[in-house]
């Protein structure tokens, strides 16, 4: 049994040996077969080498002479550099400008573009508006704010309001005020009136004019002291002079500042209190000098606080500071802000969202145009019928007056010098396009607030470009290639294969 073993394993080692030596004869057969070199020829004229570049830097180029003599490196990672083959055919029919244009079209199958997830999205003419966040700070209304003034000199008696921050009604008491030159004056005026009595039927005329004059001018006195109409009537009546006056509030508001105090004596002209009322406040903002061109008086304006979470307020721009803060570079805007429930207080620090519409742009015609359903070539301006097909043209809506060409911010390719997007010429095929943006901007979308920039030139209403992935073509667009095969995976770009070569015995 084991003679049999040893047997069958030299057998089966010889049998192994043989089958190597003519596997091996086989392959040195095929590379030496004349159809072999032939494809090989074939294979290297039909890839012709235009130039070596590096994976990581597209932007390095070298000639196959340098890589020949030994500039196999990029010379600024260090990586090896890799061929850049001549498409077939292409190249030789082509001009330098055609060339340069067909390297700049991207070529994307349907497998690729679900990779990328490319969306496009179709120019049109918007309603867009400028949106400037700044901060505030909430003050008084300076049209609401009074002082009351001691107009006589005097001791204040009594106070009716002994404490800051009490709501107030206009003609409210305020005080109780004892003056002596007060209680002359009101027995001048009666005496006065007592005089004018007298006088009455005197036959000199120039006697009873000299009585009604010293009573006009007693009462005006009295007027310009704040002793009211009301309380001279009742001096009248009573015929005796009062040694206190009561001062009255000028307007309702909130006691914002008192200097009153039972027993003081007080100067003419002291103030007294000052008196605000809240029911508006003004919101005084920072604005930046280069968002200055887009705000102007009655503009819209929406404050928010942290103080009072998910509560908007709405208020109108109603003065623009003329001057300029040379340490902020800001200038005050003041907003006139609604305030019946006193929830804005004074001091308050505020958020200020500010909407101006954009004009900057291409502006929409405005116009209506009638159109072919069957040849949208034909167009007119009036209602009328095809001059193809008969039927009657239809209306195609247009650009409302004041709406601007936009393009969505997304799509925008800023390299610093200039910006780009990617159209999309047909299904697949991307082409980049210098434009010319103005500010950036908000348009409503379907109810949300999407983010557009105006545009100046480049681009018309109706052309689809690269919302999303549009990074990935412009970076597919700047490689090409052997180095292209490294990053194409995301992309998926379709590339000619060359077939194996036949296994010839």
Partial sequence: MNRFKRFFIIGFGVFLLAASITLISCS???????????????????REILYYTCGMHPSVRVS?????????????????LVPVFKEEGEMAEMEPGEHEAMEREIKLNER???????????????????????????DYDERKIAFVAARIPGRIDKLFVDFTGVQVRKGAPLVWIYSPDLVTTQQEYILALETLEKVKESPHGETIEG??????????????????????????????????????????????????????????GENLYRIANLSNVWVLADVYESDLVSIEKGQNVEITTSALPGKKFEGQISFIDPYLNPKTRTVKVRVVVSNTQLKLKPGMYVNVLLSA????????????????????????????????????LVEKPQAPPG??????????????????????????????????????????????????????????????VATQANFLIDSQSQITGQAEAIYSGALEKDKKKTPPSKHIH
């Fill in 28 to 46: 040195q057969g095929e590379k030496d077969t004349p159809e072999a070199q032939m494809t090989a020829e074939k294979t290297t004229a039909e």
């Fill in 64 to 80: 196959p002479e340098d890589y020949e003599k030994g500039s196999t490196s990029c010379p600024i990672c260090n990586m090896g």
């Fill in 112 to 138: 690729a573009q679900r990779l990328a997830q490319v969306k496009t999205e179709e120019i049109q003419f918007r309603q867009i508006f400028r949106e400037i966040k700044t901060v505030g700070e909430i």
């Fill in 211 to 268: 009585a009604q004059s010293l009573v006009e001018a007693s009462k005006n006195r009295l007027l310009l002291w704040g002793v009211s109409e009301k309380q001279i009537k009742e001096l009248e009546e009573k015929g005796e002079a009062s040694i206190h006056m009561i001062i009255h509030a000028p307007l309702g508001g909130t006691v914002v500042h008192k200097n009153a105090l039972e027993g003081k004596y007080v100067k003419e």
């Fill in 357 to 392: 519409q954009v004009h900057d742009g291409i502006h929409g015609s405005g116009k209506v145009i009638y159109e072919c359903p069957m040849h949208p070539e034909i167009q007119s301006d009036k209602p009328d019928d095809c001059s193809i097909c008969g039927m009657s």
């Fill in 403 to 464: 709406s601007i060409l936009a393009v969505p911010r997304s799509a925008v390719l800023d390299t610093g010098e200039r910006k780009l997007v990617y159209i999309e010429k047909e299904k697949g095929v991307y082409v980049p396009k210098e434009i010319e943006i103005g500010p950036d901007a908000i348009a409503v979308v379907d109810g949300q607030k999407k983010k557009f920039y105006s545009v100046r030139a480049g681009l018309s209403e109706g052309m689809k």
